[in-house]
């Protein structure tokens, strides 16, 4: 099959004008998305970039934001064909001019399947073609050597995630009811994740072990040529039992069987895919703390649980406290990036072993910001002896413990400390005020 033949495959509604609504229409079940790009858009002479990883709903959401006023020109780079023709930004934009009205948008999807997307990329938009260009693909395509590089100044991002407990919360509920809708949620988005399609159809399990089988398995062997799979998957198990825990390379190294310059690879390559997030350190300044070693989260609970097989409800889990201090971190990450692109994601550690799960590094919130999870539902508010230490020790701006039940406000050795339930992670920042006189 030829070029022109893939696209016209891809594109039916060039000549059949009333496929277009039915290519525009979002499925059944569908959850209004929260994007937030880098700037307003559509931002004339740049590109779009809508990164994510897959089955996020990347093109389902740009489907629906564009709509049908328009036909757009879409270009799967999984196509080996449009993989060839790409690999000429020049050819690209001659033929685009020809294929296109000046207001056609252009959706290369999947573009980190393209040799450089970066340099394609660069190339349209310094064509100066009229098109709107918009590119989706996992954050795997940044591992190619020039392409941060090469898009300075020429792009505007925009992150995707799995669904987020903001998207999924209730409309219209009196507060109690709402409160108690969200930590039922949360519950179940601590074994089940946010992947769109986990969330709206039947049959969730099965479903999360094809997404983690077709994009974690097939793209470690097809798109990073991975040659030990099997050690892949039982570095997966091992990251998966240990979330929270410092990493220790050398020591997954020697259970996995490969090298620790491998191990590392690995991991690089599951945070470039945003299968992983990486927490670093908070380094205050203070001589004893962990300074070095950073720690992983998976960035969706669900596959956390397909990777390990266990689906039991969380309630009767006895892993339930990493299951949520890692939905805390999946939840607070959708919350920092982009809305707060000030703001890191850390946890703080001494030397002593004092630890607090995370904190927020964010000078826009008038400093840092302490957090601690506690997978369950609380009674009376109580402060553990670590978060003491970290709030005599850095005065942060606020402190919040995140837990299954207690809203309470205090003001401890003058840091305004906060106990909020799980609706909490919806709206963090709104949430974590006012703050009551009440002291201890």
Known sequence: MDLLDVIRAGNPWMEQPDRLSEWARPPEGYVPRIVRWTTDWPVAGKAHLLVGARQVGKSTWLRARLGTSVAPLLLNCEELAIRSWARSASLVAADLRRLTLPTTPVLFEEAQHLDDAGLLVKGLVDAKLPNPLYITGSSAWHLHARTRESLAGRAVRAFMHPLSLAELAPVGLPPLLAEARLREL???????????????????????????????????????????????????????????????????????????????????????????????????????????????????????????????????????????????????????????????????????????????????????????????????????????????????????????????????????????????????????????????
């Open 186 to 440: 949360a519950e179940t988005a601590a074994i089940l994740g946010g992947y769109p399609e986990v969330v709206t159809r039947p049959a969730p399990e099965r479903t999360l072990r094809g997404l983690l089988e077709a994009f974690v398995i097939r793209d470690a062997s097809d798109l990073f040529r991975i040659k030990h799979l099997d050690a892949f998957r039982r570095l997966l198990l091992l990251i998966a039992g240990q979330v929270g825990s410092l990493v220790n390379t050398s020591e997954w190294a020697a259970l996995c069987g490969i090298s620790r310059d491998t191990v590392e690879n690995y991991v690089d390559l599951l945070v470039e895919s945003q299968v992983l997030q990486r927490v670093t350190p908070f380094a205050g300044g203070k001589r004893a703390e962990v300074t070095h070693h950073p720690k992983v989260y998976f960035c969706d609970n669900g596959l956390l649980n397909a990777i390990t097989g266990r689906f039991e409800p969380f309630a009767g889990r006895t892993d339930r406290g990493a299951l949520f201090e890692n939905l805390v971190a999946a939840e607070l990450r959708k919350h920092l990036d982009p809305l707060h692109p000030g703001g890191t994601l850390r946890y703080w550690r001494s030397t002593s072993k004092a630890e607090v799960d995370f904190v927020i590094d964010d000078a826009a919130q008038g400093g840092p910001i302490g957090i601690e999870c506690k997978a369950a539902a609380l009674t009376r508010p109580e402060l553990t002896r670590s978060a003491r230490s970290f709030i005599q020790a850095y005065q942060p701006a606020r402190f919040v413990v995140v837990n299954l039940s207690l809203t309470h406000d205090a003001v401890i050795e003058g840091v305004p400390v906060a106990w909020r339930p799980a609706a909490w992670l919806a709206a963090p920042w709104a949430m974590a005020a006012p703050v009551s006189s009440a002291s201890e």
